[in-house]
């Protein structure tokens, strides 16, 4: 089992940056596919960002591409999100989710991941 935790969130201008990360408990950070998710106010949760165990393969919404960038340090338990040019539309509470898998393996759908983190608000004002 896995414990997360997010952090780094908060406001920030339009076309802003931040850094979320997500730090998880245990010994066996590098068994986990680990995702990022959001989900902003009446709207159901959506897949941002996945990434494989190794960190060598990773897969982004349409919606994020280009100004997303999803990383993980299996040293160090942690992943994190790079949101560059920040939009409005990225306003939403952004969850770090894992479930075990094969090596090369990413998952997109919130039903494929067993563990998510409390999540952490991202405000982008206009």
């Known amino acids: 089992q896995v414990q997360l935790v997010e952090s780094g969130g908060g406001l920030v201008q339009a076309g802003g940056s931040l850094r979320l990360s997500c730090a998880a408990s245990g010994r066996t950070f590098s068994s986990y596919i680990m995702g990022w998710f959001r989900q902003a106010p009446g709207k159901e949760r959506e897949f941002v960002a996945g990434i494989s165990r190794s960190g060598g393969s990773t897969y982004y919404a349409d919606s994020v591409k280009g100004r997303f960038t999803i990383s993980r340090d299996n040293a160090e338990n942690t992943m994190s999100l790079q949101l560059n040019s920040l939009k409005p539309e990225d306003t939403a509470v952004y969850y770090c989710?894992?479930?075990?898998?094969?090596?090369?393996?990413?998952?997109?759908?919130?039903?494929?991941?067993?563990?998510w983190g409390q999540g952490t608000q991202v405000t982008v004002s206009s």
């Open positions: 989710a894992a479930r075990m898998g094969h090596y090369n393996e990413i998952y997109y759908r919130t039903e494929d991941y067993n563990y």
